[in-house]
Protein backbone atom coordinates (compact mmCIF):
# COMPACT_ATOMS: atom_id res chain seq x y z
CA UNK A 1 0.00 0.00 0.00
CA UNK A 2 2.66 2.47 0.97
CA UNK A 3 4.81 1.81 -2.18
CA UNK A 4 1.69 2.59 -4.15
CA UNK A 5 0.85 6.17 -2.58
CA UNK A 6 5.00 6.60 -2.87
CA UNK A 7 4.53 5.78 -6.52
CA UNK A 8 1.57 7.76 -6.78
CA UNK A 9 3.32 10.87 -5.14
CA UNK A 10 6.30 10.39 -7.58
CA UNK A 11 4.14 10.57 -10.83
CA UNK A 12 1.86 13.34 -10.00
CA UNK A 13 5.18 15.86 -8.85
CA UNK A 14 6.88 14.73 -12.03
CA UNK A 15 4.05 15.52 -14.09
CA UNK A 16 3.91 19.32 -13.40
CA UNK A 17 4.85 22.00 -15.62
CA UNK A 18 5.07 22.79 -19.19
CA UNK A 19 5.14 18.99 -19.78
CA UNK A 20 1.99 18.41 -18.00
CA UNK A 21 0.34 21.41 -20.10
CA UNK A 22 0.88 19.59 -23.20
CA UNK A 23 -0.16 15.78 -21.99
CA UNK A 24 -3.02 17.49 -20.65
CA UNK A 25 -3.88 19.04 -24.34
CA UNK A 26 -2.55 15.83 -25.96
CA UNK A 27 -5.16 13.50 -23.76
CA UNK A 28 -7.90 15.90 -24.26
CA UNK A 29 -7.16 15.87 -28.10
CA UNK A 30 -7.22 12.16 -28.08
CA UNK A 31 -10.08 11.77 -26.06
CA UNK A 32 -11.90 13.52 -29.21
CA UNK A 33 -10.62 12.22 -31.80
CA UNK A 34 -11.94 9.11 -30.35
CA UNK A 35 -15.59 10.10 -29.94
CA UNK A 36 -16.28 12.44 -33.05
CA UNK A 37 -17.57 9.83 -35.21
CA UNK A 38 -20.10 8.22 -32.68
CA UNK A 39 -23.33 8.85 -33.04
CA UNK A 40 -26.93 7.60 -31.35
CA UNK A 41 -28.70 5.91 -33.76
CA UNK A 42 -32.61 6.51 -32.73
CA UNK A 43 -35.14 3.51 -33.01
CA UNK A 44 -37.39 2.80 -35.70
CA UNK A 45 -40.30 2.89 -33.39
CA UNK A 46 -39.57 6.73 -32.27
CA UNK A 47 -39.56 7.88 -35.57
CA UNK A 48 -43.20 6.16 -36.26
CA UNK A 49 -44.18 8.05 -33.51
CA UNK A 50 -42.34 11.15 -34.66
CA UNK A 51 -43.26 11.00 -38.48
CA UNK A 52 -46.96 10.15 -38.27
CA UNK A 53 -47.82 12.97 -40.60
CA UNK A 54 -45.08 13.63 -42.58
CA UNK A 55 -44.99 12.39 -46.21
CA UNK A 56 -45.79 8.39 -46.39
CA UNK A 57 -42.48 7.83 -48.64
CA UNK A 58 -39.61 9.94 -47.09
CA UNK A 59 -36.23 10.08 -48.72
CA UNK A 60 -34.41 6.97 -47.86
CA UNK A 61 -31.26 8.63 -46.94
CA UNK A 62 -32.81 12.37 -45.24
CA UNK A 63 -31.64 11.11 -41.14
CA UNK A 64 -28.94 9.06 -42.19
CA UNK A 65 -25.13 9.85 -41.87
CA UNK A 66 -23.43 9.85 -44.75
CA UNK A 67 -20.25 11.76 -44.32
CA UNK A 68 -17.89 10.21 -46.07
CA UNK A 69 -19.69 8.50 -49.07
CA UNK A 70 -19.74 9.12 -52.37
CA UNK A 71 -22.96 10.18 -54.22
CA UNK A 72 -22.97 7.63 -57.09
CA UNK A 73 -22.62 4.96 -54.23
CA UNK A 74 -25.64 6.43 -52.31
CA UNK A 75 -27.19 6.40 -55.53
CA UNK A 76 -26.76 2.76 -55.58
CA UNK A 77 -27.63 2.18 -51.80
CA UNK A 78 -30.48 4.23 -51.78
CA UNK A 79 -32.29 1.40 -54.45
CA UNK A 80 -31.24 -1.63 -52.61
CA UNK A 81 -32.47 -0.06 -49.04
CA UNK A 82 -35.60 0.41 -51.45
CA UNK A 83 -35.71 -3.12 -52.64
CA UNK A 84 -35.40 -4.28 -48.24
CA UNK A 85 -37.73 -1.96 -47.38
CA UNK A 86 -35.30 -0.73 -44.37
CA UNK A 87 -34.03 2.85 -43.10
CA UNK A 88 -30.21 3.57 -43.85
CA UNK A 89 -28.85 4.24 -40.54
CA UNK A 90 -25.29 5.21 -41.77
CA UNK A 91 -23.32 4.90 -45.05
CA UNK A 92 -19.52 4.82 -45.59
CA UNK A 93 -17.27 4.43 -49.25
CA UNK A 94 -14.03 4.00 -50.82
CA UNK A 95 -13.27 4.34 -54.47
CA UNK A 96 -14.57 0.45 -54.93
CA UNK A 97 -16.52 -0.49 -52.05
CA UNK A 98 -19.42 0.67 -49.70
CA UNK A 99 -20.35 -0.49 -47.00
CA UNK A 100 -24.04 1.01 -44.45
CA UNK A 101 -26.00 -0.26 -42.05
CA UNK A 102 -29.43 -0.45 -42.65
CA UNK A 103 -32.26 -1.09 -39.82
CA UNK A 104 -34.72 -3.97 -41.21
CA UNK A 105 -38.34 -4.97 -39.91
CA UNK A 106 -38.88 -8.90 -39.34
CA UNK A 107 -42.29 -10.38 -39.68
CA UNK A 108 -42.37 -10.53 -36.14
CA UNK A 109 -42.36 -6.43 -36.01
CA UNK A 110 -38.94 -6.36 -34.53
CA UNK A 111 -36.34 -4.58 -36.00
CA UNK A 112 -32.66 -5.66 -36.58
CA UNK A 113 -29.20 -3.58 -37.77
CA UNK A 114 -28.00 -5.46 -40.96
CA UNK A 115 -24.58 -4.37 -42.02
CA UNK A 116 -23.95 -4.45 -45.85
CA UNK A 117 -21.16 -4.26 -48.30
CA UNK A 118 -21.33 -3.50 -51.88
CA UNK A 119 -18.04 -3.75 -54.55
CA UNK A 120 -18.48 -1.27 -57.12
CA UNK A 121 -16.45 -1.16 -60.59
CA UNK A 122 -17.31 1.53 -63.93
CA UNK A 123 -20.70 2.50 -61.65
CA UNK A 124 -21.94 -1.02 -61.33
CA UNK A 125 -22.77 -3.54 -58.49
CA UNK A 126 -20.15 -6.54 -58.99
CA UNK A 127 -20.41 -8.14 -55.55
CA UNK A 128 -22.92 -7.86 -52.64
CA UNK A 129 -22.35 -8.91 -48.61
CA UNK A 130 -24.57 -8.81 -45.86
CA UNK A 131 -23.81 -9.47 -41.86
CA UNK A 132 -27.00 -9.88 -39.28
Known sequence: MKAARTERDLESHRLTGPLADELAEAQSRAAAAQHRNLTAV????????A?????PNPDPLSRADVVGATPAHL???????DEANARLLWARSTPTH?????RRRDTKAR??????????????????????
Open 42 to 49: PDIADDAN
Open 51 to 55: NANAN
Open 75 to 81: ALIAVLI
Open 98 to 102: AVWCE
Open 111 to 132: SRDVLCVIRIEKGEIVARWSFE
